[in-house]
């Protein structure tokens, strides 16, 4: 009867020791790579008819297939990008992210991917034709952004209008409470093309790189990165992407 006790015990340690095991293997998945961001900002991340698509989407699906992985999403605000990644709650953010001097001191960026810059977007009728004229006025921004930190440091007589969602800032110029909104090159073209009612200020007030960002304990993860950058590159994956996305070659 001790013995059958002993045998059972044994059993079920065995049981729970393997179970432990398990999990922890399912854990690590090191063929998956956990990324995130925010779907709304289109045509870099977005969803239509309830699907994920978008620039960045394709760029990481392409980068993924590149490393022999595959990514699995989370949506989260902007400005939760890299705080929930220094958080450990993914593994990379690409959502239209630049590289700044600022946010390379609490995580690493991978070689830049595409070349954008921030832009001010108004209204087709509206009589503004540089950034000087919008002082004194209302430009929304997204928070979490850079547009946020250029126009203050920069622009201190624009009234900023800050709000949580891309649409946001867009909405506000088109019903006339805000004059401008301040955004990403691609995202305010984007606008313009498929909404209408809208127009970019010929000159562009910043050139700036999108990144992807990594811990700055992953630099086997940041080289991973670039490497699959530099094949996709390579072998036209990368063309055939941007030009699916904005009509034009590859930079």
Known sequence: MKLNRLLSLACVTFAVTFAGFSGAASAQTPDVLNVATDATFPPMEYTENGART????????????????????????????????IAHRFDAAISGIYITDERAKVVDFTDSYYAGGLVALVKSDSPIKSVTDLNGKKVSVQVGTKSVNFLRDNCPQINRVEVEKNQEMFDLVGIGRADAAVTGKPAAYQLVKTRGGFRVLEKPLTTEAYGIAVRKDEPQLKAAFNTALAKIKADGTYAAIVKKWFGATAQ
Not at 60 to 78: E, S
């Open 54 to 85: 978008g620039f960045d989407v394709d760029m990481m699906n392409a980068l993924a297939k590149a490393m022999g992985k595959r990514v699995q999403w989370t949506d989260i605000d902007f400005k939760g990008l890299i705080p929930g990644l």
